[in-house]
């Protein structure tokens, strides 16, 4: 059975930083795209960050570029998303994916598995 779990969210202060994880199991994601999105409430599903099968392209929202980082470890089957600077409008729940194709550009289309989502808070 396919899994992706998140992990690493929490409640922080703006400004502050947090470190998001997505584990992969079930399957080798080494040669697949992976991307991390976020769902206010209230509000659609939004695409946060992208990374192609091996880390070299990756694609960010215009609102965390310079902010939050997107990388992965294809040997632990991870990906992570460090998130700095965070301020209050980040407060989301926090999904990660993965798709069937080895490059997928910025956008929420072209994701075959989904994890269940991590819930990030930022106070002001």
């Known amino acids: 059975q396919v899994q992706l779990v998140e992990s690493g969210g929490g409640l922080v202060q703006a400004g502050g930083s947090l470190r998001l994880s997505c584990a992969a199991s079930?399957?080798?994601?080494?040669?697949?795209?992976m991307g991390w999105f976020r769902q206010a409430p209230g509000k659609e599903r939004e695409f946060v960050a992208a990374?192609?099968?091996?880390?070299?392209?990756?694609y960010y929202t215009d609102s965390v570029k310079g902010r939050f980082t997107i990388s992965r470890d294809n040997a632990k089957n991870t990906m992570y998303l460090q998130m700095n600077n965070l301020k209050p409008e980040d407060t989301a729940v926090y999904y990660c994916?993965?798709?069937?194709?080895?490059?997928?550009?910025?956008?929420?289309?072209?994701?075959?598995?989904w994890g269940q989502g991590t819930q990030v808070t930022v106070s002001s």
């Open positions: 994916a993965a798709s069937g194709l080895r490059n997928v550009g910025p956008g929420t289309t072209g994701y075959d598995y």
């Open positions: 079930g399957r080798s994601f080494s040669r697949n795209a």
């Open positions: 990374i192609n099968w091996n880390g070299g392209s990756t």
